[in-house]
């Protein structure tokens, strides 16, 4: 509650209430956005979805300050695990899977997320362990190969074992079920009818929350401030005690963790995974999110986010009929436009807010030029 | 002055378990060079490819001393430092930390069996708060991991409040606890080194190693931190302190080992050292004892 409304921080009554209206539009959001239609309701899945993503590498590369190009690889370790467990796919494949399985392999949400975020976590640790030495470019170029080799592995581990069915994908991936619900399925709750969409949106939305409490709470913590002050100085981290080796390890796999769960969403939303969707400009994107939103702040890399999403989406949607209201026919192809217009963005956030769009606050710059201490005459005298 | 005495009460209150030996009788026997030794190094060597940076370097600082190590330009004094604090593996060496030996190969471990240090070109956390900055030397003493801060559990919470206390308290002590939420990089350069101090202070080091701590101060600012360091071993920290500013060193150290091309050319009680005609030839050239 505190780090939801700092300017609230002195009144908690205020801060309640704030809550409480944010929590009121939230759940109202996907039916308002319904009536305009079910496209809008997706994208707002997928910027949830790309919330979570960014969140997480926001603990590697905004906490921990270690650029990470390949993070993409725990999306899609997530994502593909689901589809696996969840999917016909080894049971057409491996017939010894099929006779453990006579009812059809499929595997609970309560198994599936703590499983996905673990899964990835030993990735991320399996990342981390040899760019432990590494930093600034080199770490970068290294992460970059690693989010290659997990797409490139996704895509031909269909010989000799077809495991992932290479670039043709997996296909007919269950939903989410929960208790009797099946999110595939609109849902009638006393008359009135919940979309399938509307029904993730929910369960995004609640993992999303569980995410964000995740990232506060540990930015506030003894490993957050380890993590930080790795990022700001890593041989004086050393110097303090701190185990960089341990705690860096633990940055990746925690930051590769939100990834999984994310992914595996993806998945079950999907109902098909494909390696097309865990290529190098997903991870790009997602560094993008969380640099132009404010590295290390959670409510910047939030907004990130949500805009470096929704913007280059409403813009498939808005830039046709744009274009042919102003000039009476398309001169741009839309894709064309999105990318040139993402591109001119980033420029501009970059030259204008270098920090970010919403960077975290700065405290106590001392506009009088604090000098010496002036608490004790004998100790610290004033300069002047 | 009364605020910051009555701060180093409150700081001595808070060590007293630690310190009941070290501030009275313990001192006074170690001024006099007897007793058990805090830091205890032998037979150190190095050497950087042709360069024999380090040759059979030892020191043996007294508990609650504070030992100066001097030379000039170039003697081998940081390299000294870091290998004692982990940073650079040496060639042959043997160390023992109060009564108990340690291998400085890893930095991280040198800080969690007691010595904790300062650079000499400061080297804080700078976008975090200068409570922040003291907090992370708690790191080392306290023991919460993921598990604690996403639940938020009983014994984390309560840990979270001992180390902001023990924070506050040593920015207090070391004199600017009016600007703990100040970003540590705002800081004036003092300021900057008083927070280094008290960061390092915050590990409970048993030896405060200090890399010239009064590089680039002024006057008073030498002053200041004189009358600080003062106060840390009147508390019944040892300190090991290497310094460029030799009349810091006379006066405040108790001991005295001066270092000049990787050799240690004396050692003794200041006043000694400084007639000794090595150092005075180290420092000036032949010709001007």
Redesign the interface.
């Known amino acids: 509650m505190r780090s939801l409304f700092p300017q609230l921080a002195n009144n908690p009554k205020a801060a309640y209430a704030a809550t409480a209206a944010l929590a009121v539009v939230l759940a109202v959001l996907p039916l308002a956005v319904g009536m305009a239609g079910n496209a809008w309701v997706r994208m707002l899945d997928f910027a949830l979805l790309y919330v979570m993503l960014a969140l997480g590498l926001n603990i590697v590369v905004g906490y921990a300050g270690l650029l990470d190009l390949g993070y993409v690889a725990f999306y899609a370790v997530g994502a593909y695990m689901y589809a696996l467990l969840a999917s016909p796919h080894l049971m057409e494949n491996f017939e010894w899977i099929a006779e453990l399985f006579p009812n059809g392999l499929h595997s609970s949400i309560w198994f599936v997320v703590p499983l996905g975020a673990g899964l990835a976590a030993t990735f991320g640790a399996l990342l981390g362990a040899p760019t432990l030495r590494l930093r600034g470019d080199y770490l970068a170029i290294v992460t970059l190969g690693f989010g290659e080799i997990i797409r490139i592995f996704l895509n031909n581990l269909n010989a000799p074992l077809n495991i992932t069915n290479g670039p043709q994908g997996i296909s007919n991936i269950d939903p989410v079920r929960i208790g009797g619900v099946n999110f595939a399925k609109s849902l009638e709750i006393g008359g009135f009818e919940l979309q399938s969409l509307q029904l993730y949106y929910y369960l995004f939305l609640v993992l999303t929350v569980g995410v964000i ?2 990232s506060v ?2 930015q ?7 993590w ?2 790795i ?3 890593e ?10 080796r341990n705690v860096k390890l ?1 940055a990746f796999a ?1 930051g590769a963790s939100f990834g999984g769960v994310s992914g595996a969403m993806f998945s079950a939303f999907q109902s098909f995974v494909s390696p097309e969707s865990f290529i190098l400009m997903e991870s790009i994107v997602i560094v993008s999110m969380v640099v132009l939103g404010g590295m290390g702040h959670v409510p910047g890399v939030i907004l990130g986010a949500i805009l470096l999403y929704a913007i280059p989406e409403s813009l498939r949607y808005a830039a046709k009929p744009l274009q042919e209201a102003i000039f009476g026919t398309e001169v741009v192809a839309p894709e064309a436009l999105r990318m040139l217009l993402f591109g001119l963005a980033m420029v501009g956030i970059m030259l204008y807010r270098p920090s970010g769009l919403w960077p975290a606050p ?5 506009p009088a ?13 004033q ?1 002047s | ?1 009364s ?2 005495s009555t701060d180093r009460a409150g700081a001595r209150a808070d060590d007293a378990a630690a310190t009941a030996a070290g501030a009275g009788a313990g001192r006074a026997a170690a001024r006099g060079g007897s007793g058990q030794a805090m830091l205890s190094v032998k037979g150190v060597n190095k050497r950087f490819g042709g360069l024999q940076a380090l040759s059979d370097v030892g020191l043996e600082i007294q508990r609650g001393q504070i030992y100066g190590l001097i030379g000039p330009n170039g003697a081998g004094k940081t390299t000294f430092f870091n290998v004692i ?1 982990g ?1 650079y593996t040496p060639d042959s060496g043997s160390f023992v930390l109060d009564g108990a030996p340690y291998e400085p190969t ?3 471990m040198v ?2 069996a007691g010595i ?2 300062t ?1 000499q070109n400061i ?7 200068a409570l ?1 900055n003291v ?6 003493r ?1 023991r ?3 598990w ?3 639940f ?1 559990t009983r014994a ?1 919470r309560n ?2 409040t001992g ?1 902001r206390r023990r924070a506050l308290e040593l920015l207090e002590y070391v ?5 703990a ?3 540590a990089r ?3 350069y ?2 900057q080194r ?1 927070l280094e101090i008290a ?2 202070l915050a ?1 409970d080091p048993k030896l405060l190693a200090l890399d010239e701590p009064a590089a680039g101060m ?1 006057a ?2 030498k ?2 931190l004189r ?2 360091l003062a106060n840390i071993r009147d508390d019944g920290k040892t300190i090991l302190l290497i310094e460029h500013d030799v009349k810091l060193v006379m006066g405040l150290c108790d001991r005295v080992t001066v270092l000049d091309y990787g050799k240690q050319i004396a050692e003794g009680l200041p006043a000694d050292v400084q007639r000794s005609k090595a150092v005075i030839e180290a420092y000036l050239g032949a010709g001007h004892g």
Not at chain 1, 369 to 381: C, H, I, S, V, Y
């Open positions: 409490i995740v709470r540990l506030d913590s003894r490993i957050g401030r380890a930080v002050a990022r700001e100085d041989t004086a981290a050393k110097a303090m005690g701190i185990n960089t633990l925690m700065k405290h106590g710059i001392n030029g604090n000098r010496g201490t002036g608490a004790a005459p004998g100790l610290g005298a300069k | 002055m605020g910051a604090t940073l890893a930095v991280h800080a969690r904790a240090r650079f080297r804080l956390f700078g976008e975090m708060t922040e907090m992370v030397g708690r790191h080392v306290t919460s991991g993921v604690g801060a996403v938020k984390e840990e979270e180390i004199g600017i606890v009016q600007y939420d100040f970003q705002t800081l004036s003092g300021d008083r960061r390092a590990t002024n008073t600012e002053l200041g009358a600080l």
